[in-house]
Nanobody, 116 residues
């Protein structure tokens, strides 16, 4: 089992920045992909940014150039640095870990609210 705990969400004005953190604990072996997703009420969860265990990153078009995903393996932590935030970035953000066996673990989510 893998437990994920997100932090760093909050309220910010448009143009501001936030950094989300996701700390993993438990049986954190065989992780192949780490991602940040977001979901608004009534909508599907969508990928925001992801990073493989080899450091390859991918981003949603809507956040390219504004968000950066990174990891600190010593701390079992994945970060999402969000800059130039827009009102449309308002969502609940979830982190995830995918394992080599194909299982996906999710955090509880953290709210990000951007006011214009």
């Amino acid at each position: 089992q893998v437990q994920l705990v997100e932090s760093g969400g909050g309220s910010v004005q448009a143009g501001g920045s936030l950094r989300l953190s996701c700390v993993a604990s438990g049986s954190i072996f065989g992780i192949t992909y780490m991602g940040w997703y977001r979901q608004a009420p009534g909508k599907q969860r969508e990928l925001v940014a992801g990073i493989t265990n080899t450091g390859i990153t991918n981003y949603a078009d809507s956040v390219k150039g504004r968000f950066t995903i990174s990891t600190d393996n010593a701390k079992n932590t994945v970060y999402l640095q969000m800059s130039s935030l827009k009102a449309e970035d308002t969502d609940v953000y979830y982190c995830s870990r995918q394992t080599v066996s194909g299982r996906t673990y999710w955090g509880q989510g953290t709210q990000v609210t951007v006011s214009s």
